[in-house]
């Protein structure tokens, strides 16, 4: 860990002689009173460090690997209600835990319903549960806003990426069933499925980057059409920045009713989908 408390120093065993002499030979720098960085430190969270607080919000949650989108929004600090603001850095003012200058995820997902669009909360929330970062039990007792309730109710965390969850949250908001992470045998999970047979990939650019994952794609659709499915992929790129014409293919095959079954679909043998259980 690239950022200390003095505490931290002082847990670990540094006395203040040897702290002294990591300064005066310039192993460490006094970031504020109380606390200290070497030449690793990651330039946000001295920032925050530097502001009074500790990193929290959007820049919080991705270096703890929940899901929020790329951007240039800059990095916002944390401050305890009567802290005292040292630069122009943008704040939050609320007590929580943080760790290395970092605040901890839910104590960061709280900064972050104050500025996050409610879809991308969502991912966030989805993201931490996924990732097992914190239980449902424990942000059904933190997030306690009528707004915060709100979004906690639309979270799912089943859903494996953010691009899964923006695609379920808006094609339910077109009136559409959708099914997540649903096993179809031979082929295993799905991350969507409409109706009875349309299947939804959501594509991160991280895992389908490979020639070998693009093959096993390839396999997979494959598998699903030979089974009588219909099978779809959206990118992060398609999800972000072109949704509304991904959208009005989706709703083209639901309209034929293309995404239910029909005799014409059916092959000898498939029992349908099971859902993964929660």
């Known amino acids: 860990?690239?950022?200390?408390?003095?505490?931290?120093?002082?847990?670990?065993?540094?006395?203040?002689?040897?702290?002294?002499?990591?300064?005066?030979?310039?192993?460490?720098?006094?970031?504020?009173?109380?606390?200290?960085?070497?030449?690793?430190?990651?330039?946000?969270?001295?920032?925050?460090?530097?502001?009074?607080?500790?990193?929290?919000?959007?820049?919080?949650?991705?270096?703890?690997?929940?899901?929020?989108?790329?951007?240039?929004?800059?990095?916002?600090?944390?401050?305890?209600?009567?802290?005292?603001?040292?630069?122009?850095?943008?704040?939050?003012?609320?007590?929580?835990?943080?760790?290395?200058?970092?605040?901890?995820?839910?104590?960061?997902?709280?900064?972050?319903?104050?500025?996050?669009?409610?879809?991308?909360?969502?991912?966030?929330?989805?993201?931490?549960?996924?990732?097992?970062?914190?239980?449902?039990?424990?942000?059904e007792r933190e997030l306690t806003t009528p707004g915060a309730r709100r979004l906690l109710a639309l979270a799912d965390g089943r859903a494996q990426s953010g691009l899964e969850t923006l695609a379920r949250l808006r094609l339910r908001s077109r009136g559409l069933k959708i099914r997540v992470q649903v096993t179809i045998p031979p082929v295993g999970r799905v991350d969507l499925l409409v109706g009875d047979r349309l299947v939804i990939e959501l594509d991160g650019d991280e895992w389908h980057s490979t020639r070998e994952q693009r093959e096993e794609d390839r396999r997979r659709d494959s598998a699903l059409v030979a089974r009588g499915y219909l099978a779809m992929r959206a990118g992060y790129h398609r999800v972000l920045d072109d949704w509304d014409a991904f959208e009005r293919e989706v709703l083209a095959v639901v309209r034929r009713r293309d995404h239910r079954w029909r005799a014409v679909h059916r092959v000898g043998g498939n029992s349908g989908p099971r859902t993964v259980a929660r």
């Open 1 to 139: 860990m690239p950022v200390w408390s003095l505490e931290q120093l002082r847990r670990s065993g540094v006395t203040r002689h040897q702290l002294r002499r990591l300064v005066d030979g310039g192993h460490l720098r006094r970031v504020r009173v109380g606390w200290y960085a070497d030449a690793a430190a990651d330039r946000e969270v001295v920032a925050a460090i530097r502001s009074g607080g500790t990193l929290t919000c959007r820049a919080a949650l991705r270096r703890h690997g929940v899901w929020v989108t790329s951007g240039t929004v800059p990095p916002h600090a944390r401050l305890e209600p009567h802290a005292r603001r040292h630069t122009e850095m943008p704040i939050h003012r609320s007590t929580g835990e943080s760790e290395g200058g970092i605040d901890e995820p839910v104590t960061a997902l709280r900064a972050g319903l104050r500025c996050l669009p409610d879809e991308e909360a969502v991912c966030a929330i989805d993201s931490i549960l996924n990732s097992k970062l914190a239980s449902r039990a424990r942000l």
